[in-house]
């Protein structure tokens, strides 16, 4: 049997010629080959620059180093032909020359990223560059960044990643990673293909995400719409932070056992400069409106002395509230500067050591103001350090010769609704537990302390060590955006999905509201509102987990949502994928090649319309159904569906898809109900996915 002429892989990558290099080929069947003569040839000349034969029954000729030149201009080729070598070194058989391959020599290329191993990346992103050079300046066809888990599983690559045609190097690519948790620790690792072939792979970097306080404390909330296919994302950020005012150079905050603060004085609120004067003022991060509802828990500390004063930005308005003193009892006395009149009910004469409650709702002009006294210790309390528990206009169930009280007579009120927008809140001379104000004015009467941050809270102030009256302990003009993530809750790759974006300028973008309508059923979601501070980096995250049941099957575009409920079909759903076979001679069976990253579905859909997303259906009162909403509802599906925008579409069983429709809905009209009945089929094509942040923002169905 002749030697079969050998083949030489056409596909040769570019290698350092200060390298040894093995060039390997195949035979398809013949005789027994012991030894292999290699050809090397000048590609611009034709004239042979190296030749060698081997002894071996391998199929590989290795060609030592300096063999060749780097960065040959044309470069080379090689061809390789077969031998049988009796004991004397006789050519008993020999083959044809194999096919002449091109290739190129060039020095090793250099690979270098921005990150250091080791390094902390403070935000949950990091944008890694990926800098490609070579000595003989081969052009860089691309390059690919890889995210692995600390365990170096695969969670993320940017693919293939061009550059503009024909640059040389040095040559830089550059990918951002979205969604890294905090105090995880990552690896990136850069893959390059040069112009002839050349792929350098970097080690493993490994570097850790991590980011600090300042937080927005618990205020968020995410309530699924079950329903309408969404899940509803609140957030009421309050940035509230009073400061401290008082008649004594240098004097800081008292706090009596860490949960009270103590504002007593002996001359009462008249200004802050004067005597030993204390009060609290919150004048910025908030905003009250007409309607509210105030609570204020505290123990008063003068009589016939201002308690608390709530003014608008310029004070031009005032609403004023006096602690005040009848001969059976103490109330409290509103007026505001507008001729408005209020009188509480009256309470028994405080000694210095009660617990009293004021409640204080307005909505429109009806005021319902009540003071309650919770409790109250038999000893009065002590004022100064002389144990004197009597001193002039304290509060004091001890009468003095020079104390003279008016008759509580409860007088008739005066209320208006008030105009002005109120934004700073002030408190004086009296021991303060904690403040509430909230724009729920549907509570009922209540003395208990609400436990948390609420969407309508507007101010909360507990004083336990502190004067922070909002839910957060930033400063407005420290927040540039607020941002909110979402992930599997269960998820190893353990990445964020920003969602949403809002930019900062005034306190009413601090209130957020946001349909989700991008999430399968079943599946725990972890949401998370971060604040993007002014230099760009992030503040601390604030997590809720949700779970989604879907009651349908619906469909968005990120402006628009369609719910199908009646015969909803999923027609012969394909999952495209490039693959290829082929049939070496000698092998009984065929070699499949998949080496395309294609991997998508498609397939058709069709629905029942039966009129549920018209503005006025009646379909759910009364399970009928309507021509004219059925006409409707199929009209705007049908435009909905031609609108060129990618879709999303989430089930009641938990699918998900990212899809495009790629063709021309069809409308089949069913005669037994007189044409009045639709049912809409259309195919699509998938586009992403919906936890990919990149293929979220390619779609259009986030603006971040």
């Known amino acids: 049997m002749a030697l079969v002429t050998p083949i030489i892989d056409e596909d040769i990558s570019a290698f350092d010629a200060t390298e040894q290099y093995v060039f390997s080929f195949l035979v398809m069947g013949g005789d027994q080959v012991n030894a292999n003569v290699i050809r090397i040839k000048d590609n611009a000349t034709g004239v042979d620059v190296y030749t060698n034969t081997t002894r071996t029954y391998n199929y590989y000729h290795a060609i030592p180093s300096n063999t060749l030149q780097n960065g040959h201009e044309n470069g080379y080729t090689v061809s390789i032909k077969t031998q049988v070598i009796g004991d004397n070194n006789e050519i008993i058989e020999e083959s044809e020359w194999s096919n002449e391959v091109a290739f190129f020599c060039f020095s090793t290329p250099q690979v270098s990223t921005n990150i250091i191993d080791g390094s902390i990346i403070e935000g949950s992103n990091v944008s890694v560059s990926v800098t490609y050079n070579q000595a003989e300046k081969e052009i860089l066809n691309y390059g690919i960044i890889n ?35 905090n105090g995880t620790k990552y690896y990136i690792r850069a893959e390059i293909l040069t ?20 937080v927005f404390h618990s205020m968020f909330f995410a309530e699924p719409n079950n329903c309408n ?9 309050v940035i ?8 004594i150079n240098g004097e800081q905050p008292r706090y009596i056992d860490k949960q009270n603060i103590d504002l007593v004085s002996s001359v009462g609120y008249i200004d802050s400069t004067i005597g030993d004067s204390r009060s609290v003022e919150f004048d910025n991060g908030y905003s009250i409106p007409s309607n509210f509802l105030l609570r204020l828990w505290f123990n008063p500390a003068l009589i016939n002395k201002t308690l608390m004063l709530i003014y608008d930005k310029d004070r031009s308005y005032k609403l004023q509230f006096d602690y005040c003193r009848g001969t059976d009892f103490d109330y409290i006395e509103v007026t505001d500067s507008d001729g408005a009149y209020y009188v509480t009910n009256g309470v028994e004469h405080s000694n210095g050591n009660v617990n009293d409650f004021l409640w204080v709702k307005i909505v429109g002009d009806k005021w319902d103001i009540r003071l309650e006294q919770l409790s109250k210790d038999k000893t009065n309390a002590v004022w100064n350090d002389k144990n004197n528990n009597c001193k002039y206009n304290m509060t004091t169930d001890e009468h003095f010769i020079v104390e003279n009280f008016e008759e509580y007579i409860k007088r008739e009120n005066h209320t208006h609704v008030i105009e002005y927008a109120l934004t700073d809140l002030l408190l004086a001379d009296g021991i303060f537990d904690k403040v509430d104000i909230t724009t729920d004015t549907s509570i009922d009467y209540t003395t208990e302390k609400p436990s948390q941050f609420t969407y309508d809270t507007l101010l909360d102030a507990d004083f336990n060590e502190n004067l922070n009256g909002g839910s957060s302990d930033i400063v407005l003009d420290q927040v540039s ?19 949403y974006r809002k930019k900062i300028k005034s306190l009413d973008d601090l209130k957020i509201k946001y349909k989700d309508y991008m999430t399968p059923a079943f599946v725990e979601q972890t949401y998370a509102l971060v604040p993007i501070m002014a230099d760009g980096t992030e503040g601390g995250y604030i997590e809720i987990n949700t779970t989604p049941k879907w009651n349908g099957t619906f469909i968005t575009d990120g402006t628009e949502t369609f719910k199908l409920v009646s015969s909803v079909i999923y027609d012969s759903f394909t999952q495209n994928v490039s693959i290829g076979t082929f049939s070496p001679i000698g092998k009984q069976y065929p070699t499949v090649v998949q080496n395309a990253t294609t991997n998508y579905r498609s397939g058709t859909i069709s629905t029942n319309i039966i009129g549920t997303n018209t503005k006025d259906n009646t379909f759910y009162d009364n399970r009928t159904l309507n021509r004219e909403d059925i006409v409707k509802e199929t009209n705007d599906f049908v435009k909905f569906l031609t609108n060129g925008k990618s879709k999303i579409m989430v089930d009641w069983n938990g699918n998900i898809l990212l899809f495009r429709v790629n063709s021309t809905p069809s409308i089949v009209y069913n005669a ?17 996915k919906y ?9 259009n169905l986030i603006t971040i």
């Open 147 to 181: 995210l692995y888990d600390e365990q170096k599983n695969l969670i993320d690559t940017s693919l293939e990643l061009y550059h503009e045609s024909g640059i040389v190097p040095p040559t830089t690519l550059s990918y951002k990673f979205n969604g890294l948790s």
């Open 195 to 214: 112009e002839y072939n050349t792929r350098v792979i970097t080690d493993y970097i490994g570097f850790t995400a991590q980011y600090h306080d300042p």
């Open 229 to 237: 296919g969404y899940t509803l994302l609140k957030s009421n950020v």
């Open 240 to 247: 509230a932070n009073g400061k401290y005012i008082s008649g």
């Open 481 to 499: 955006a607020v941002v909110i993530k979402r992930k599997e809750s269960a998820s190893s790759k353990n990445l964020w999905t920003t969602i």
């Open 672 to 688: 037994n109900f007189g044409n009045g009945k639709t049912t809409v089929q259309f195919s699509f094509v998938e586009q992403g």
């Open 691 to 699: 936890d990919n942040q990149q293929d979220l923002i390619d779609n």
